[in-house]
């Protein structure tokens, strides 16, 4: 299986689930399991939204996308798992020695960086660091 040391730290921040109607899910996440919204963005390069919600008290959030115009398939709910670096570009030179490439290019906000890149089964994992 190879070395499984590495010099960069991943630490699991997050998991993203996708859903065929945000206001549904963010009804039956706040009210029926207590969670909290923290936010509800608009997200341009999906033509759709997304919307972060916490229980109190951990680190670990709930990213719920809804994306226009993109067929759903039951099992899909899964959208991408999310892993915080200290450097980003540390990180993706980590990775390529170990012959993973990036599945998209890096994106960039006001508060981080990010990637993606996927595991064996193509499951997409995001690679991000806070800016």
């Keep these: 299986m190879g070395d499984l040391r590495l010099a960069v730290k991943f630490t699991l921040r997050y998991t993203a689930i996708q859903v065929t109607d945000l206001d549904r899910a ?3 996440y706040l009210s029926v399991l207590g969670m909290r919204l923290i936010t509800r963005i608009k997200v341009p390069e999906t033509k759709g939204e997304m919307a972060i919600v916490k229980s109190d008290g951990v680190d670990h959030w709930l990213e719920i996308n809804w994306y226009a115009d993109q ?3 039951l099992g899909d709910e ?3 798992i999310a892993f915080e670096v200290a450097d ?3 990180a993706m030179s ?3 020695l170990k012959g993973i490439e990036p ?3 890096v994106r960039e906000s006001k508060n981080s960086r990010w990637t993606y890149i996927a595991d064996p089964d193509g499951i997409w994992i995001e ?3 806070k800016k």
């Design 26 to 28: 963010l009804d039956f």
């Design 127 to 129: 690679i991000f660091q």
């Design 71 to 73: 067929e759903y398939h």
């Design 103 to 105: 599945v998209s290019y």
């Design 88 to 90: 980003l570009d540390e």
């Design 94 to 96: 980590e990775l390529k």
């Design 78 to 80: 899964l959208d991408h």
